[in-house]
């Protein structure tokens, strides 16, 4: 099981803006529904910036002592197969300037997937 490669056609993304990333779950050439999975995602910006949190418990994989609490300003939107997680500028703001970064691990009844997702630089629009 994979998240797969981020591909972008825009040079950076800004802290002012909300965000949306959309996220598939694969099993070889095959999208795997997330509606059997939690999903939580850690989102950074260098290796030594703040770590802030998204979580969506609904498939009831972990069990409440072992869950993350989710920092505002950011949900989970799950899709059919997949799912979009939306940062608006409040949650951005947390962040340093740097090159965004995603911990995204789906835990499911068989077993787990973690992968680390690199996008672009994440900084504030200039006047």
Do not use: N
Not at 28 to 55: A, N
Not at 85 to 100: A, K, N, S, V
Request: overall charge neutral; proline content about 2%.
């Amino acid at each position: 099981m994979q998240l797969g490669c981020f591909t972008s056609s825009v040079g950076c993304f800004y802290r002012q803006e909300t965000l949306h990333f959309e996220f598939h779950l694969m099993f070889g050439s095959e999208e795997v529904f997330t509606q059997d999975y939690d999903i939580e995602v850690c989102v950074r910006t260098s290796q030594l910036s703040r770590r802030l949190w998204v979580c969506d418990y609904g498939a009831g994989i972990v069990r409440e002592p072992f869950r993350i609490h989710s920092t505002s300003g950011a949900v989970i939107l799950r899709r059919r197969k997949g799912f979009v997680l939306r940062m608006t500028p409040d949650f951005l703001r947390l962040l340093c300037r740097g090159e965004l970064t995603f911990g995204i691990r789906c835990a499911g009844h068989d077993f787990d997937v973690a992968e680390t997702v690199v996008t672009k630089e994440l900084r504030d629009i200039r006047y």
